[in-house]
């Protein structure tokens, strides 16, 4: 592993319902304060990845079966996911998923008992300055929010966390 390499990927092998690959020989390294964009067309396991490297896989009967993943030097199948949340690391999935019948403020205020933070006030700031229309509109229900403001909602929950690492799937979807 290289010193400055914050997740490393190597040659992973998953498997969906112990009989269909979707990955094989996979590997890749993201440094400390580094942007990686996998890219590729549907089906080509860009989710399948980020579930795997935030230990989700199980959660749709999917495995790791060969290779590795490491999340800061250790391995990310040792953790159950909210474990790796509290460690760092924090995966904003496909489809927003946000509580749509909780206000943009309890959205974000469900973040902090994932993250045990118990003062989030500078990181509710922190999201709210880079997305001032969830400010404009943080006592209306999430489920009222156009789509683009659902997505940036999602993401201001990550950054709830202070994550080091974020995995974004079709963030801009």
Do not use: W
């Not at 390294?29 to 490297?53: E, F, H, I, M, Y």
């Amino acid at each position: 592993m290289a010193a400055d390499a914050l997740l490393t990927v190597n040659n992973i092998e998953v498997v969906y319902n112990k009989t269909v690959q979707v990955l094989r020989g996979l590997s890749l390294t993201v440094d400390k304060g580094a942007v990686v964009a996998l890219l590729g067309s549907n089906g080509a396991g860009k989710s399948t990845t980020l579930k795997a490297v935030s230990n989700l896989l199980e959660l749709e009967d999917g495995k790791v079966t060969s290779g590795e993943i490491l999340f800061k030097g250790g391995a990310v199948s040792r953790l159950a996911p909210h474990q790796l949340v509290r460690g760092g690391l924090f995966h904003v999935m496909e489809g927003r998923r946000i509580f749509e019948d909780l206000t943009v403020e309890e959205n974000l205020v469900a973040a902090t008992y994932a993250t045990s933070r118990a003062d989030a006030r500078a990181a509710f700031d922190l999201v709210y300055s880079y997305f001032p229309r969830l400010f404009e509109r943080r006592a209306g229900r999430a489920g009222y929010l156009s789509g683009g403001e659902q997505q940036m909602l999602a993401i201001g929950r990550a950054l709830i966390a202070q994550p080091e690492l974020m995995l974004l799937d079709e963030p801009s979807l």
